[in-house]
């Protein structure tokens, strides 16, 4: 059964219809998600206003996937799917989980000069899901050291 929600402003006499809570925020945790979609990552271009500052600002979205701070085996099996974030600087041997689903990656103090971001959409055992990478290439040009943070 469904339900729809209206508001009518008596005051112009207009019906508004109302987007449901599940359209805007996705399903219930309460009820296991049959035939689950992929999930997917979606990253903006860098925020220009923090490159001219040596900050890589990148706003980020996923779809068909919660990212909570869950981790291990048994959070794979969880209903809607979670996972988290891997982010690799400048091909380092080294990366940082973000579990904290804040919408913005943040790196600051990145020196003048080209860099690489790559960030990875994985379950809770670090496994990347297939495709979901994106990498960026941009530059940091010359600037003043000013603290944002």
Known sequence: ????????????????????????????????????????????????????????????????????????????????RAGHLHIIVDDLPWWWADASNNNTVDIAGLPPGQHKVRIELVDPNHTVFPGQVVTQTFTIPEYQSAHLH
């Open 1 to 80: 059964m469904l339900a729809q929600q209206s508001t009518q402003d008596n005051a112009q006499n207009q019906v508004t219809t109302v987007a449901s809570a599940r359209d805007i925020r996705g399903a219930s945790p309460y009820i296991a998600i049959k035939n689950e979609p992929a999930p997917k990552l979606i990253v903006d271009s860098p925020i220009p206003e923090g490159l001219v500052q040596g900050v890589y600002w990148a706003q980020y979205r996923v779809e068909n996937l919660n990212i909570v701070p869950v981790f291990g085996e048994g959070a794979r099996q969880v209903s809607p």
